[in-house]
């Protein structure tokens, strides 16, 4: 994990560790869960919090943003701490290779939550 002040957020993936997900297309709507917790392992409540999501091709345009504030992130859990996306069907249908990165991005607390890379390919 990682620690960024002023939250002290970290979790699984880091600057050192990236979160990487495989999305698989289908009809279904795809989403992500990230689980946000402190240096502790104590959640990090994010119910109040802005965040972006930003995904870019490889050539490091950006393919999707989603955002809290236009409900394609959410926020839950027993704590508000568990970020997911709410991502259509339509937004997956480009097979191949992707990053990403999570922030939070209110005054004051902007940083990076989670980031790594998203493989979008056919199931199994």
Not at 54 to 78: F, H, I, M, N, S
Request: proline residues 6%.
């Amino acid at each position: 994990g990682f620690t960024v002040a002023p939250l002290q957020a970290s979790g699984t993936g880091s600057l050192l560790n990236p979160t990487n997900i495989t999305i698989y297309v289908s009809t279904a709507q795809p989403h992500y869960t990230w689980p946000i917790v402190d240096a502790a392992s104590n959640p990090v409540d994010l119910a109040a919090a802005s965040l972006t999501l930003t995904v870019k091709r490889q050539d490091g345009t950006t393919y999707l943003t989603l955002t809290k504030a236009a409900g394609g992130l959410t926020v839950g859990g027993v704590g508000s701490n568990e970020v997911t996306e709410q991502r259509t069907a339509a937004a997956v249908a480009d097979r191949g290779a992707y990053t990403y990165e999570l922030r939070r991005t209110d005054a004051g607390f902007e940083q990076v939550l989670r980031y790594g890379a998203i493989e979008i390919t056919d199931p199994p």
